[in-house]
């Protein structure tokens, strides 16, 4: 199927009757443009699970913060289409505010308690923001299946546990984190950094993976959180948190315990990163 670019509800629910008339399954992808290998890898896992990808591109105003970068986030829409096309996307939904948001709109999905920790102490209100947009897509796309990343670790356990709550029946399949050759994980965001930031950047991976390597040798959680963190603080990072939970539920871990998962969001210059990774028995 050649690359159809719906702009409304209705150019999209018109595109979805055909495909369902013809008993396609529907996988679905969304972003916020600027893409890159990474979200091409959730787009190549979403035709695993389907006959015709959707992909969206929307900039989501209700998940930025008041001092946030919404006016500077990367927009490269031409191009994120032909990389669109070039993956085998069906249909790209490319909505406007005024359509996701019309006149009046005034119901917010909440994240409840997953919503205020990790990043969520650091950007009150995102993850409310992050689950109305993503609910609204589901429920306009209503795909057989939607992948997202362990990039967004936090976001997709809050999606998880939302699509259970309110009985969605849409299946959330993950994708792996892709990362450059340095193991800085791809990133829209990453377009900020300069780039001898770019090669400190690789340290938050690695600060990772050290983390764990202490962890499954037993030292106290405490001390390699704190000290990972003062490591952090040495290379030019400003931690907002580093801190071990429990991977399906994102509870606190106080002893080590696998599966658990390693998050931190850092500042570097004027640019926000995280990072995740599992920790699992071997
Ligand atoms: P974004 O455009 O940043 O909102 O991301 C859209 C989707 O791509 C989300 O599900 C992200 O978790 C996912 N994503 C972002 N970066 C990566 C990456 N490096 N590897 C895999 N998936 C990613």
Not at 76 to 105: H, I
Not at 125 to 131: K, L, N, P, Q
Not at 202 to 228: D, H, I, M, P, Y
């Amino acid at each position: 199927m050649q690359l159809a670019i719906v702009n409304n509800i209705s150019e999209l629910q018109d595109t979805l009757v055909e495909i369902s008339k013809q008993r396609k399954r529907v996988g679905f992808v969304p972003t916020m443009g600027a893409l890159h290998d990474g979200h091409i890898s959730l787009i190549n896992i979403a035709k695993q699970y389907s006959d015709v990808v959707v992909a969206s591109i929307f900039v989501n105003p209700k998940q930025f913060g008041p001092n946030e970068d919404l006016a500077k986030y990367p927009r490269s829409l031409e191009r994120d289409l032909e990389k669109l096309r070039q993956a085998g996307v069906g249909v790209a939904y490319v909505p406007t505010v005024e359509d996701m948001y019309p006149e009046g709109f005034s119901t917010t999905i909440s994240a409840g308690k997953m919503g205020d920790i990790l990043c969520g102490k650091f950007r009150p209100g995102h993850f409310d923001g992050v689950a109305t947009v993503v609910i609204k897509l589901l429920l306009r796309v209503l795909p057989h299946v939607a992948v997202f990343g362990e990039k967004d670790y936090q976001q997709l356990a809050i999606i998880r546990r939302v699509v259970r709550d309110l009985d969605m029946p849409i299946e959330i399949v993950s994708g792996p984190t892709l990362r450059e050759a340095n193991g800085l994980a791809m990133s829209s965001r990453n377009l900020y950094l300069l780039p001898a930031e770019r090669e400190i950047a690789s340290q938050l991976c690695a600060t990772l993976q050290l983390a764990a390597k202490r962890l499954f040798q037993g030292e106290s959680v405490s001390n390699v959180l704190e000290e990972s963190k003062n490591y952090l603080v040495l290379k030019g990072f400003k931690p907002d948190y580093l801190e071990l939970r429990h991977a399906d539920s994102l509870e606190a871990m106080v002893n080590f315990n696998a599966p658990a998962r390693l998050l931190v969001a850092a500042w570097l210059g004027g640019t926000r990163l995280i990072d995740n990774i599992l920790l699992e028995p071997s």
